[in-house]
């Protein structure tokens, strides 16, 4: 390895650390790392802002300036009363409820947009109940991400492979959906054994959430019905927008904007609910990724992976799957998978059938965003919002619980491979 590997390397060993030891913030140690990269002369700032996703930056923003218009109109208060009242004030049910919506949701929105939907739904019931919030922001980040493996819009690196593989969203729906499901359905037992049956209210706090009518909590009836209809816009956008010839962004801000224009809400007040440390954060992140992409170490990764299976498929698809999502688990899945296009494509060139692979990539990037706090974008940004109201959730914390879950979905998903591609 040359110098500037080594020091790439180095850089992004240390900031990991600092994130996981919690010495110093996610954000001002993904910045301090960012500016030490460019520093350091690791690779131009020309090459470090080409590495900034500025697409999923947009999204995140957009769909947190189009939730803080959302929630004046009251909707969350009254979705998530409507839902403690069906669950009958029984956490677990609700939990379930919250677990299945956030993974329908993920599926058809991208999971960022999701969890800044469903969390502060998940923080009014939590408070009309008085229980801890964590577990249900643990099994909603959870949710997110096995919801978002279902279609080619669900996640980003299922966007790149469809693109790039030429697949469609029929496609995905076809292969990657019904392991989504068996998936979802066997950490629903999971989540039951680890949350469900402690998860206990009295007498007294169901019958106070059943006394309650969640239409006294709709604050403004106009922008509620305006929410909807820019919700559906959102829906319809993020799913036609390659047909339209739009970035997601585009989608995300110009809902937003509109949004704010139309509900007269002042942007100054709008702008200040933004989550500016997430931001930061993924910016920083994306340059000291990008730095061990443009030394060439993320490509050493992916190659690695290929050459150990002497170019067997079916061997080169599980250690794909299994190196995807502990890749995944560490670094953005996005960096990774757009390393691993011309590598499998260059396969598929020399007259390999690649499908397989297409899919263990698919799988194993976004079931391996559950792996660590830093995983996914939803990740963050859920713990973010559960650290604002007084909740927080460590990276450590998170790793012991989500880890092996996140290795139990990728056994389910090398499982089902094996059956779908048994001739590999």
Known sequence: ?????????????????????????????????????????VMTFDAAMGHIDFNTLGVLLGMMLFVSVVKLSGVFEYLAIKSARIARGDPWKIMLLFVLLTAVLSAFLDNVTTVLLIGPMTLTVCRLLDINPIPFFMTEIMASNIGGTATLIGDPPNIMIGSAAGFTFLDFIMMDAPAVVVILA???????????RSMKVNDEERARVMELDERTYIKDARLLKLSVV?????????????????ESSII???????????????????????????????????????????????????????????????????????GSAVISSFLDNIPFVATMIPILLTMEASGMDVTPLWWAVSLGACLGGNGTLIGASANVVLSDISKKFGYEITFMSFFKTAFPIMLLTVLMAGAYLVLRFPAA
């Not at 650390?17 to 993904?30: D, F, G, N, Q």
């Not at 030394?295 to 061997?315: E, H, P």
Request: proline fraction near 0%; glycine fraction near 10%; hydrophobic fraction near 65%.
């Open 1 to 41: 390895m040359d110098a500037n590997q080594v020091i790439a390397i180095v850089i992004f060993v240390i900031v990991m650390l600092a994130i996981m030891t919690e010495k110093l913030h996610r954000s001002l140690a993904a910045i301090v790392g960012a500016m030490v990269v460019l520093a350091l002369h």
């Open 186 to 196: 066997a950490i629903l037992i999971v989540f039951y054994f680890m949350y469900g």
């Open 252 to 322: 995300a801000l110009g809902v937003a904007g509109i949004t704010i224009l139309l509900s007269r809400t002042s942007i100054e007040d709008a702008l200040a609910q933004v989550e500016w440390t997430t931001l930061s954060f993924f910016a920083g992140l994306f340059v000291i990724v990008g730095a061990l992409a443009e030394t060439g170490v993320i490509g050493m990764l992916a190659n690695s992976l290929v050459d150990m299976t002497g170019g067997n498929v079916f061997v080169t698809m599980l250690v794909l799957l299994v």
């Open 230 to 246: 820019m919700t559906g816009v959102v829906v319809v956008g993020f799913m036609a927008h390659g047909a339209l010839g739009l």
